[in-house]
């Protein structure tokens, strides 16, 4: 189960961090308590404070498994085998199995995005995963605060070896060209923005000398 500090549980109910304290102290909503007596706040605090019953639940439990390539179908075959084996420990049943092929990077993979559009349904329960970065690479605690705020939570068994390391070379490297790209751009942008103020002042220097010229043409008018 998930466990969240006090300021992201407030962010999470949408009240101020001084608020969870005042309703700690009178007894509204009491916080648990760490061995060394820091606060946190579990989900199931969350429902009960939405007043979410979810005894009769029969949203669906999802097994979620990405890799980036098809080259890598052995890691995702073994994701799922994980992760199967996982559920059958605890006893979860598994509704659906989710297996794709994309980047970590990528927000328009279309089962992932399928998905989350199941959880804005209020169909999905559960998700579980092996990794946070089998979800997505960056932006994991936004997205399960989204997830949360459907009542779906995302399980993550954190079973390192099954998250390939390769990924997130190439992730990086993925960046790197991006940002190259966007730097080379700039670059004939600017290179551009040059070229235009050269001739711009070209076109002034032209302006400035028509007009001297127009004025000396002037000045002998008024001697005739």
Same mark, same amino acid.
């Given at each position: 189960?998930?466990?969240?500090?006090?300021?992201?549980?407030?962010?999470?109910?949408?009240?101020?961090?001084?608020?969870?304290?005042?309703?700690?102290?009178?007894?509204?909503?009491?916080?648990?308590?760490?061995?060394?007596?820091?606060?946190?706040?579990?989900?199931?605090?969350?429902?009960?404070? *939405?007043? #979410?019953? /979810? &005894?009769?639940?029969?949203?669906?439990?999802? /097994?979620?498994?990405?890799?980036?390539?098809?080259?890598?179908?052995?890691?995702?075959?073994?994701?799922?085998?994980?992760?199967?084996?996982?559920?059958?420990?605890?006893?979860? /049943? +598994?509704?659906?199995? #989710?297996?794709?092929? &994309?980047?970590?990077?990528?927000?328009?993979?279309?089962?992932?995005?399928?998905?989350?559009?199941?959880?804005?349904?209020?169909? #999905?329960?559960? =998700?579980? +995963?092996?990794?946070?970065?089998?979800?997505?690479?960056?932006?994991?605690?936004?997205?399960?605060?989204?997830?949360?705020?459907?009542?779906?939570?995302?399980?993550?068994?954190?079973?390192?070896?099954?998250?390939?390391? @390769?990924?997130? +070379?190439?992730?990086?490297?993925? #960046?790197?060209?991006?940002?190259?790209?966007?730097?080379?751009?700039?670059?004939?942008?600017?290179?551009?923005?040059?070229?235009?103020?050269? =001739?711009? *002042? %070209?076109?002034?220097?032209?302006?400035?000398?028509?007009?001297?010229? @127009?004025?000396?043409?002037? %000045?002998?008018?008024?001697?005739?």
């Amino acid at each position: 189960m998930t466990n969240y500090k006090p300021k992201d549980f407030s962010e999470l109910l949408g009240v101020s961090v001084k608020t969870l304290q005042r309703w700690d102290r009178e007894g509204t909503l009491k916080a648990n308590r760490t061995p060394t007596n820091r606060r946190y706040y579990t989900y199931a605090q969350y429902l009960q404070f *939405k007043g #979410i019953n /979810i &005894g009769n639940d029969k949203r669906q439990v999802v /097994i979620y498994a990405r890799v980036s390539t098809r080259n890598q179908k052995d890691d995702l075959l073994n994701q799922v085998a994980f992760l199967r084996q996982f559920c059958n420990a605890k006893g979860i /049943i +598994v509704d659906q199995c #989710i297996e794709e092929y &994309g980047s970590g990077l990528n927000y328009n993979r279309k089962k992932w995005n399928e998905l989350l559009d199941e959880v804005m349904e209020q169909k #999905i329960k559960t =998700i579980i +995963v092996t990794h946070k970065d089998r979800f997505i690479r960056f932006g994991y605690d936004w997205f399960e605060k989204f997830c949360m705020k459907f009542n779906t939570t995302i399980a993550v068994v954190n079973n390192e070896e099954l998250s390939p390391q @390769e990924e997130l +070379v190439q992730d990086i490297v993925s #960046i790197l060209h991006v940002f190259s790209c966007r730097l080379y751009g700039l670059r004939k942008y600017k290179k551009q923005i040059e070229r235009d103020e050269e =001739i711009a *002042k %070209e076109l002034q220097n032209g302006n400035q000398s028509n007009r001297s010229t @127009e004025s000396k043409n002037s %000045e002998n008018n008024r001697y005739l």
